[in-house]
């Protein structure tokens, strides 16, 4: 897509702003856990701009078997806010390391810490 085509596209179509972006991915749950993953610390940078989306998130271990599916149901989620056809890249990182510190308050009690 030519930088004129995006341009016509963010034109028509305003861009949500980050913070929609974030509460539309409280809707996608860790199954394994129980909680949604922006509670959980997982998203680790948002960077929206007319030129297109770029997410870096982690999982909770490198390991985690719900991780594809975890990562589909982000794309399909972020895809639904942001106008047809707009640059959506997610990244999955593994550093830093997720631990519990990145938790929300709210998460933390969910799990009695």
């Not at 940078?45 to 297109?52: E, M, R, V, Y």
Request: glycine share 8%; proline share 11%.
């Amino acid at each position: 897509m030519t930088i004129d085509a995006l341009s016509d596209l963010s034109a028509t179509a305003p861009l949500p702003h980050p913070d929609a972006l974030r509460a539309a991915l409280k809707d996608v749950v860790d199954p394994e856990v129980g909680m949604n993953i922006v509670d959980l610390g997982l998203i680790y940078g948002i960077d929206l701009s007319p030129a297109g989306l770029q997410l870096d998130m982690t999982m909770t271990s490198p390991a985690c078997p719900m991780g594809e599916m975890i990562l589909e149901e982000v794309e399909a989620r972020l895809r639904g806010e942001l106008p047809e056809g707009f640059p959506l890249q997610v990244n999955l990182v593994w550093n830093p390391p997720w631990d519990p510190s990145r938790m929300s308050d709210e998460a933390r009690r969910h799990f009695g810490w």
